[in-house]
């Protein structure tokens, strides 16, 4: 009865973490077309996903705690070991759901890493040209009262939008 439940709540994860890989996809194709409101949007469906997994996680937990004292595995045994013996034991079902669950993982790191860096890189860009505005407008050129131009600093203040 222990495995069931553990199967149960282990294909439970599986769906919170394939609900956060079809976001963090969704985010990339969003960043790539730089839309702000659908990034913005994301977010709050990162968020509440995230709160999902962690409420997930405690019970989680407890059922994996109770399926390792069920199989006579010490307190500190992982899943990897759970899934291990009962591999040598002929079962399948939670050596193949703690596979899934590995790579599904992986792929949630690697698409948010991948995210975050172009996030970074268009945050940099942002700047760099926010910089270089602010340099123009530092150095604003004035038409004098002899005919030519002259360069007088002006200053700029930049105000951000956060504030």
Same mark, same amino acid.
């Given at each position: ?88 034991? /002929?079962?399948?079902?939670? &050596?193949?759901?703690? +596979?899934?669950? =590995? @790579?599904? #993982? ?41 005919? /030519?131009?002259?360069?007088? &600093?002006?200053?700029? +203040?930049?105000? =951000? @939008?956060? #504030?």
């Amino acid at each position: 009865m222990k495995i069931k439940i553990l199967t149960e709540t282990l294909s439970e994860q599986q769906k919170l973490l394939e609900e956060l890989l079809a976001l963090l996809v969704r985010e990339t194709g969003e960043l790539t077309g730089l839309h702000i409101d659908a990034m913005a949007e994301i977010n709050g469906l990162k968020e509440d996903v995230a709160a999902r997994i962690e409420a997930h996680t405690t019970q989680l937990r407890q059922v994996i705690g109770e399926a390792l004292a069920g199989a006579g595995l010490p307190p500190g045994a992982t899943l990897g070991d759970l899934a291990a013996l009962m591999k040598k034991q /002929g079962d399948t079902g939670i &050596p193949r759901l703690h +596979v899934e669950l =590995n @790579m599904l #993982a992986e792929r949630v790191r690697q698409a948010a890493a991948m995210n975050r860096e172009i996030a970074e890189r268009f945050a940099a860009t942002v700047n760099q040209s926010l910089g270089f505005l602010a340099r123009i407008l530092n150095q604003s050129n004035l038409y004098g009262v002899s005919g /030519g131009y002259q360069q007088r &600093p002006a200053g700029a +203040v930049m105000i =951000n @939008m956060e #504030a």
